[in-house]
Nanobody
Framework: QVQLVESGGGLVQAGGSLRLSCVVS????????MGWFRQGSGKEREFVAS????????YYADSVKGRFTISRDNAKNTVYLQMNSLKPEDTAVYYC????????????WGQGTQVTVSS
């Protein structure tokens, strides 16, 4: 059974930083491309960033490009999302997800972690 557990969310002032982590268990971590998504209150879930199984390729939503960095440590079965220069509009529940389809379809999802950015 594949499990994804996020951590690192919290309350931060605008301009601050947070690092989210997501640990994957139950299957070989390098079987998966990994992604981060978010869902603000009253909004649809949206793509934030993704990374290939090797870490060699990363993709970002335009809204976070230059501020967020996705990375992974395959020895620790962990994917990270470093978030800098946070804005109030980044406030959302952040979910990590695992894809065995090169990021085209995500098979497994974490429970989410709340990020709140105050102005």
């Amino acid at each position: 059974q594949v499990q994804l557990v996020e951590s690192g969310g919290g309350l931060v002032q605008a301009g601050g930083s947070l690092r989210l982590s997501c640990v994957v268990s139950g299957r070989t971590f390098t079987d998966f491309a990994m992604g981060w998504f978010r869902q603000g209150s009253g909004k649809e879930r949206e793509f934030v960033a993704s990374i290939s199984w090797s870490g060699g390729s990363q993709y970002y939503a335009d809204s976070v490009k230059g501020r967020f960095t996705i990375s992974r440590d395959n020895a620790k079965n962990t994917v990270y999302l470093q978030m800098n220069s946070l804005k109030p509009e980044d406030t959302a529940v952040y979910y990590c997800a695992a894809s065995s389809h090169d990021g085209l379809v995500y098979d497994y999802w974490g429970q989410g972690t709340q990020v709140t950015v105050s102005s």
